[in-house]
């Protein structure tokens, strides 16, 4: 009964019965688990492990996110930043601590999801999300210069031809084939169509394909099998491996649900509707925990497979469901058929994802926005890009932004000059006095030029830190050389703790003092 609950709530009834929209995800997702191979090879090899690992990690992992997660159809898998993170624990201590890694994660993103961490994705500014899709997509347009190689030389230029005719090839038909029909997904129709074209027609037996890429790395061919159950083989005591393994369980969950939240939004924004981050949470803990007891990789949102499945138009979790489903046939009875696809096919096919995830239009904004949004997204995109990892892109952002947000501050504080009819100078501050605001701050005042006493009214301002402090010391000081007297005018109690060690040389003024605090700032 439960589980007939949770279906009806999720609204899988509806989409079974909406026969078109079915036919249109199961063919996608049939698309997506093609697609998905060559990609999942080459992560295996970067986190160095056996592809069937990662395979099986992709098959539990869309199944689980798909029925638990919070956004149907996007995809999901082990990406380059999570790969990076697995490579130096797999080196160090073998594939068995990266399975109990997973299991710990659950912990992490348990919490993540009893503390609602998701909702705060929901802040990262538009420049961040362009900067983040333009990084990805050179990220992919990068991976796949690689399949132009062998080792770390280039292919002869006859076959660099051929497989850039059957690249153009692949891109045409999937380009093209939408505007004449779709009643096909055009990826899935361009990567059968290259496949067979590779197979019967002479001359191009010596295409690499699968087959051929796994036998130049070092890997035999792919033998499929279903996951098996198993708990990790650790050699280590508990305290041991909790202490090898749990700085890399935070990273990850870190970084998985960090890159899955921010795809998740994008998709949101490019579809107009709305996923729920904190289910996402649930899905991810559900899915990591259950590959690692099952002998996969970790996992987390992967924009390019979840662009592909959204250009052959997904709506529904069937897509995801499908997909898995079509991998673990595909892993099980047809291991040998996948090996026979050209690596042309699914590069021209990554191209195309390419040319749809890049925000093209960036370049007729850079101009047109303000400079701190501007340099952002060039930030973002270029720490993308260099580093592989989005959380590090998004902790830069936090501090462009922070060192963004004190600048345009600083710029704004300012002061009215007035002189009473005692003689007396006024200036009536208008932003609070932090250390960014400083430099500005010391500008303001005419020392020559004014009278023999001078107030500061800070009824609109604040002393923030003790940058401002030091810099009213200063200020006093060269008050008092040129033979003059400093007052502070309105300043709050906490103000007045803070500058306590100047009130021998400060006359503090409390007449009309507000109670405000210095966490607070008004503004007029």
């Not at 798909?66 to 697995?86: C, D, E, K, Y």
């Not at 979790?317 to 047809?334: D, H, K, M, N």
């Not at 993308?384 to 600048?407: K, Y």
Request: proline share 3%.
């Amino acid at each position: 009964m439960l589980l007939l609950s949770y279906i009806q709530k999720k609204g899988f009834l509806k989409e079974l019965s909406d026969k078109k929209q079915l036919k249109t995800d199961i063919l996608s997702g049939l698309t997506v688990a093609l697609a998905l191979v060559p990609e999942a090879i080459a992560f295996s090899f970067v986190a160095g492990v056996n592809p069937m690992v990662w395979l099986h990690a992709a098959f539990i992992v869309w199944l689980l996110t798909s029925i638990f997660g919070g956004r149907p159809g996007m995809i999901s898998g082990a990406t380059g930043a999570l790969a990076v993170v697995m490579t130096s624990l797999v080196v160090a201590y073998g594939v068995e601590y990266l399975f109990a890694t997973l299991v710990l994660m659950w912990v992490f993103q348990m919490l993540f999801w009893i503390f609602g961490f998701g909702k705060f994705v929901r802040l990262i500014p538009h420049p961040v999300m362009l900067g983040f899709v333009n990084g990805l997509a050179i990220i992919i347009f990068l991976a796949q210069i690689e399949q132009f190689k062998v080792g770390e030389s280039w292919l002869w230029w006859v076959e660099l031809a051929v497989m850039w005719a059957l690249i153009l090839l692949t891109m045409a038909i999937i380009h093209f084939l939408p505007k004449l029909t779709k009643a096909l997904p055009s990826g899935l129709v361009a990567i059968v169509f290259v496949t067979l074209l590779v197979m019967y027609v002479p001359g191009l037996e010596d295409v690499r394909t699968v087959s051929s890429y796994l036998a130049e790395n070092g890997y035999k061919d792919l033998v499929g099998s279903f996951p098996v159950f198993s708990i990790p083989d650790i050699d280590k005591s508990f305290m041991e491996m909790l202490y090898i393994i749990l700085p890399y369980s935070l990273i990850l969950a870190i970084i998985g649900l960090t890159e899955s939240l921010m795809t998740l939004t994008l998709i949101d924004e490019m579809t107009e509707t709305r996923g729920n981050n904190n289910r996402e949470s649930i899905g991810q803990w559900i899915a990591n925990t259950v590959c690692g007891f099952f002998g996969a990789m970790g996992w987390c949102a992967m924009i390019g497979q979840s662009m592909i499945n959204m250009s052959n138009g997904w709506r529904w979790r069937a897509s995801g469901i499908s997909a898995s489903i079509f991998l673990i046939l595909l892993i099980v009875f047809a291991a040998g058929f996948i090996s026979l696809i050209p690596l042309a096919a699914l590069v021209g096919l990554m191209f195309i994802v390419v040319i749809g995830t890049f925000a093209w239009p960036t370049f007729k904004l850079l101009p047109k926005i303000p400079r701190s949004d501007a340099f952002v997204i060039v930030a973002v995109t270029a720490i993308t890009v260099v580093s592989g990892d989005l959380a590090l892109a998004v902790v830069a952002w936090v501090i462009i932004s922070a060192l963004t947000f004190a600048w345009k501050k600083a710029e704004r504080i300012d002061a009215i000059k007035t002189v009473d009819d005692k003689g007396v100078t006024h200036y009536e501050l208008d932003w609070p006095l932090f250390f960014w605001s400083v430099t500005k701050f010391k500008e303001i005042f005419d020392i020559k030029s004014d009278t023999k006493e001078v107030i500061i009214d800070f009824a609109d301002s604040r002393v923030m830190d003790h940058s401002a402090i030091e810099a009213i010391n200063s200020l006093t000081e060269k008050y008092l050389k040129a033979g003059k007297k400093l007052h502070l005018k309105h300043l709050s109690p906490d103000c007045r703790r803070m500058i306590k060690n100047a009130e021998k040389v400060v006359d503090i003024n409390v007449i009309e003092d507000p109670k405000y605090f210095v966490s607070r700032v008004d503004i007029k």
